[in-house]
């Protein structure tokens, strides 16, 4: 639960940077629900790249994490606005 807490924090942190404010409630439970795609998702992915000891993260992995995080930034911060 500590690994879900700390995820769920820095997430949150990462888009208040951005001006959005998450629900932290809603992003804790995307996070036990293994969300695919945004935010949460580029997060999960990295934490499964990560435990492949034979895998280096490559400029593509970067361009799809960089991709999945801004497309549903921008999307949040639209309605924010």
Same mark, same amino acid.
Not at 26 to 43: M, P, Q, S, W, Y
Not at 50 to 57: G, I
């Given at each position: 639960?500590?690994?879900?807490? #700390?995820?769920?924090?820095?997430? %949150?942190? $990462?888009?208040?940077?951005?001006?959005? *404010?998450? +629900?932290?409630?809603? /992003?804790?439970?995307?996070?036990?629900?293994?969300?695919?795609?945004?935010?949460?998702?580029?997060? #999960?992915?990295?934490?499964?790249? %990560?435990? $492949?000891?034979?895998?280096?993260?490559? *400029?593509? +992995?970067?361009?799809? /994490?960089?991709?999945?995080?801004?497309?549903?930034?921008?999307?949040?911060?639209?309605?924010?606005?």
């Amino acid at each position: 639960m500590k690994k879900i807490e #700390l995820l769920k924090n820095f997430i %949150a942190e $990462s888009d208040l940077i951005e001006g959005i *404010e998450d +629900d932290p409630d809603f /992003v804790r439970k995307e996070l036990r629900n293994g969300k695919i795609d945004g935010h949460v998702g580029a997060v #999960l992915y990295l934490e499964k790249l %990560a435990k $492949s000891k034979n895998h280096l993260l490559s *400029e593509e +992995d970067i361009k799809k /994490v960089q991709g999945m995080i801004t497309a549903e930034q921008g999307i949040n911060g639209q309605t924010l606005n």
